[in-house]
């Protein structure tokens, strides 16, 4: 059975009943009373009306009903429509219905219920008194027909919508793109009774329930304390960089005045001569040996001469950090030879009780040299 013959009962309704396909937002069957209820000047007008301008919100209703509808439900609801531009409150009932085709569509049985709607609108009035979103309805021109209590407190009672902006181009950008039927959002900097903020703004054409006209509702939602927290995030990531950057430069010129103080030298083949300049303690003595027989291995180094002429101090702890240095050279499989040492640090090793058995220990570091040629001749 076609549409037409499973609702002709109900074509002589008082109840406006219409069938809505959901898929083309178009009305594939309506009764009399449907066709007054929209203002339609005859059945194929109100047909031939292109409903897909209706708003995301709108849509998602309709999606949830038709969900409910696969499970063998039904639904009831108040709207709010607007036949020829004026608005009309409706007590709404749908369930679903089979089109011509085999696809899915929606019956709607609605009822005028101006009291549902009193009480929908009194409760979206102390929804909106509550909320900390500043909200603001605007007409065609940008005047202000509704603030909420939070955009009262933040902008006052009498300011013009573009004086909220520290770039008052943006309000008429956001105005612009609401005439064109566009939802608009952005960050702004805005003036409020508290000083200047940050917001995020978004703006988007909306029906006037009380004429029907096309209005601009305006959201603000303050995001100064997160902007300044994301901001002190950045400024302490960029000082985490620097500190990172100077710790490397740092390194960069420890390794450098290292390379200056201890340098390790070729003086002959297979032979690698360290003179030491300046304090010795752990975690030098660590670094020097670290590079030194590094070197040992890559250059395949034979004899290592350790000139002490220039180290500053001698104690026992100086006197150790030497002794395991020439242990490191012997495992190797390299000849340590010994220069420079001062009487002050022979008598460091001595109370250190350093093994130095089988060490050459010479005055300079030229009879190191020389030494070194002897034994490989």
């Given at each position: 059975?076609?549409?037409?013959?499973?609702?002709?009962?109900?074509?002589?309704?008082?109840?406006?009943t219409m069938?809505?396909?959901?898929?083309?937002?178009?009305?594939?069957?309506?009764?009399?009373?449907?066709?007054?209820?929209?203002?339609?000047?005859?059945?194929?007008?109100?047909?031939?009306?292109?409903?897909?301008?209706?708003?995301?919100?709108?849509?998602?209703?309709?999606?949830?009903?038709?969900?409910r509808?696969?499970?063998?439900?039904?639904?009831?609801?108040?709207?709010?429509?607007?036949?020829?531009?004026?608005?009309?409150?409706?007590?709404?009932?749908?369930?679903?219905i089979?089109?011509?085709?085999?696809?899915?569509?929606?019956?709607?049985?609605?009822?005028?219920?101006?009291?549902?709607?009193?009480?929908?609108?009194?409760?979206?009035?102390?929804?909106l008194?509550?909320?900390?979103?500043?909200?603001?309805?605007?007409?065609?021109?940008?005047?202000?027909?509704?603030?909420?209590?939070?955009?009262?407190?933040?902008?006052?009672?009498?300011?013009?919508?573009?004086?909220?902006?520290?770039?008052?181009?943006?309000?008429?950008?956001?105005?612009?793109?609401?005439?064109?039927?566009?939802?608009?959002s952005?960050?702004?900097?805005?003036?409020?009774?508290?000083?200047?903020?940050?917001?995020?703004?978004?703006?988007?054409?909306?029906?006037?329930?009380?004429?029907?006209?096309?209005?601009?509702l305006?959201?603000?939602t303050?995001?100064?304390?997160?902007?300044?927290?994301?901001?002190?995030?950045?400024?302490?990531?960029?000082?985490?960089?620097?500190?990172?950057?100077?710790?490397?430069?740092?390194?960069?010129?420890?390794?450098?005045?290292?390379?200056?103080?201890?340098?390790?030298?070729?003086?002959?083949?297979?032979?690698?001569?360290?003179?030491?300049?300046?304090?010795?303690d752990g975690?030098?003595?660590?670094?020097?040996?670290?590079r030194?027989?590094?070197?040992?291995v890559?250059?395949?180094?034979?004899?290592?001469?350790?000139?002490?002429?220039?180290?500053?101090t001698?104690?026992?702890?100086?006197?150790?950090?030497?002794?395991?240095l020439?242990?490191?050279?012997?495992?190797?499989?390299?000849?340590?030879?010994v220069?420079?040492?001062?009487?002050?640090?022979?008598?460091?090793?001595?109370?250190?009780?350093?093994?130095?058995?089988?060490v050459?220990?010479?005055?300079?570091?030229?009879?190191?040299?020389?030494?070194?040629?002897?034994?490989?001749g």
């Amino acid at each position: 059975m076609t549409l037409d013959e499973r609702l002709a009962a109900l074509a002589s309704s008082g109840l406006a009943t219409m069938v809505l396909d959901p898929d083309h937002m178009r009305f594939r069957w309506a009764n009399a009373a449907a066709v007054r209820l929209w203002n339609a000047a005859s059945l194929e007008e109100l047909f031939s009306r292109d409903l897909s301008d209706m708003s995301q919100a709108t849509r998602t209703r309709l999606a949830g009903y038709m969900a409910r509808f696969r499970q063998g439900h039904t639904a009831e609801d108040t709207w709010t429509v607007y036949p020829g531009g004026k608005p009309v409150a409706l007590k709404a009932f749908f369930s679903g219905i089979e089109l011509d085709d085999g696809r899915q569509g929606i019956l709607v049985h609605a009822l005028s219920d101006a009291g549902a709607s009193e009480a929908a609108r009194s409760r979206s009035v102390e929804a909106l008194r509550h909320s900390s979103v500043m909200v603001t309805l605007l007409d065609a021109e940008g005047g202000v027909l509704l603030h909420n209590p939070a955009a009262l407190r933040a902008f006052g009672e009498g300011a013009p919508f573009e004086e909220r902006f520290v770039d008052r181009a943006l309000a008429r950008e956001l105005l612009a793109a609401v005439s064109e039927g566009q939802v608009i959002s952005r960050e702004a900097r805005v003036l409020t009774r508290e000083g200047e903020r940050w917001h995020v703004v978004e703006a988007r054409p909306v029906p006037d329930p009380a004429t029907g006209d096309t209005a601009t509702l305006v959201q603000h939602t303050d995001q100064t304390e997160l902007r300044a927290a994301e901001e002190t995030a950045e400024a302490r990531a960029r000082l985490v960089a620097e500190l990172a950057g100077a710790l490397d430069l740092v390194e960069e010129q420890k390794q450098e005045i290292l390379a200056l103080s201890a340098p390790i030298l070729e003086v002959a083949t297979g032979t690698l001569a360290l003179p030491m300049i300046g304090a010795l303690d752990g975690g030098r003595s660590a670094e020097i040996g670290e590079r030194l027989l590094r070197a040992i291995v890559e250059r395949r180094s034979r004899c290592v001469i350790l000139d002490l002429t220039g180290v500053a101090t001698a104690d026992a702890a100086v006197a150790e950090h030497i002794t395991q240095l020439v242990r490191s050279i012997r495992l190797l499989g390299a000849r340590p030879i010994v220069t420079g040492v001062r009487a002050e640090l022979a008598q460091a090793f001595v109370e250190a009780g350093a093994d130095l058995s089988g060490v050459d220990l010479l005055r300079s570091l030229r009879e190191g040299i020389r030494a070194s040629e002897r034994r490989k001749g």
